[in-house]
């Protein structure tokens, strides 16, 4: 590219000027611009338009997306002045994939080197794992869960809104799923001055979806259950409780039971409860002398819901759920 046309590419792209406070926050990482450190915009800037972030003098400081009802008026992306293209967001999902193989927590792509660890949430069941976690992965206000071949997926950002058929389209060619659905129906939507609605938004409508963490199945429906579906950030977290706690446990608003339930396949002897705002979840342990079989029983004070889908019936194993690695896969992260 000639010097005349990257000139022209970079005046093409509107520029966002931002208080010394704001500069100094952004220059220290931070990845939000306020409105309130906004010193001028051009007028009628569409809702999630790409822009450079600039100081009082002009210099460059970020690439960003802007926002125009968030009180975050930018979401900064990159500290290179390069454009925020498909390939761009194609790259940060892929880079999101890589980080959690590397770790463990998502199966290697066939002919892919990896660590070599398989993730312990996904022996002989369905892979499910978060793929992209917002800010943690250089997407701010961006959510992706898979579970299998379905994705489910948050746009919390005027900007990811305003790509959400390009967005599925990448999550799907990153991941390979084949179903992509969107729960942007919570109240974080309210903050963002956006609507509340979910669907589908590639491939058909999935139903009842099944995947395990560790030795517990569970099932969620990825259009009615909470959020997008799983609770799938705490998923290694569900697993080093059940392998390292004792005692007597208490699992308040536990929603599917993710701790109650892998506290309960723990071979030490437990008193074990699970408490929701709509669901009392009890559990019967395996007996010291190693019973193959064991039951759960989960009662509603309410409705019937997929959360007693989530207390399915499994056969028993002599040995705990095994630990999970405890790195976090958005620690390598870098903008």
């Known amino acids: 590219m000639s010097n005349a046309t990257q000139a022209s590419a970079l005046t093409a792209v509107p520029s966002v000027t931002v208080t010394a406070r704001g500069a100094a926050r952004a220059r220290a990482g931070h990845p939000w611009i306020f409105r309130a450190d906004v010193a001028s ?6 809702a999630g338009a790409e822009v450079r972030a600039t100081d009082a003098r002009g210099n460059f400081i970020a690439r960003a997306f802007w926002a125009a009802k968030s009180p975050i008026a930018l979401r900064l992306f990159s500290r290179k002045d390069e454009p925020l293209d498909t390939a ?3 790259e940060r999902l892929a880079a999101a ?3 959690r193989r590397e770790l463990g927590f ?3 792509a066939p002919g892919q080197a990896g660590s ?8 002989g069941s369905a892979q499910a794992y978060r793929l992209a976690h917002g800010e943690a992965d250089l997407l701010p206000g961006y959510f992706v869960d898979v579970y299998g071949a379905v994705a489910s997926v948050q746009h919390l950002a005027e900007w990811a809104e305003a790509r959400r058929e390009e967005l599925a389209a990448l999550v799907s060619e990153v991941s390979g799923a084949s179903s992509v659905v969107a729960r942007d129906d919570g109240s974080a939507r309210d903050f963002e001055g956006l609507p509340r609605r979910k669907g589908a938004l590639l491939g058909p409508a999935p139903g009842e979806v099944r995947y395990r963490e560790g030795e517990v199945e569970l099932s969620v ?4 259950d909470h959020k997008t579906g799983g ?8 697993l080093l409780a059940g392998a390292l706690a004792r005692g007597n446990a208490l699992d308040a608003f536990c929603y599917h039971g993710g701790f109650a339930l892998q506290l309960s396949s723990s071979s030490a002897p437990w008193t074990k ?9 009890s559990t019967r342990p395996r007996s010291p002398s190693g019973a193959t079989a064991w039951r759960r029983r989960c009662a509603s004070t309410k409705r019937s819901t997929t959360a007693a889908r989530a207390c399915s019936r499994r056969a028993g194993s002599s040995s705990p759920a095994p630990a999970p690695a405890r790195s976090r896969p958005s620690c390598s992260a870098r903008w």
């Open 41 to 46: 915009a051009p007028p009628r800037l569409a």
């Open 88 to 90: 761009f967001l194609r």
């Open 97 to 99: 994939l890589s980080r």
């Open 106 to 108: 998502a199966e290697a």
């Open 116 to 123: 070599g660890r398989a993730a312990p949430a996904q022996q």
């Open 221 to 224: 429906d990825l259009l009615t």
């Open 231 to 238: 609770y799938l950030d705490q998923r290694e977290n569900h």
């Open 273 to 281: 409860r699970g408490v929701d705002s709509m669901w009392w979840c």
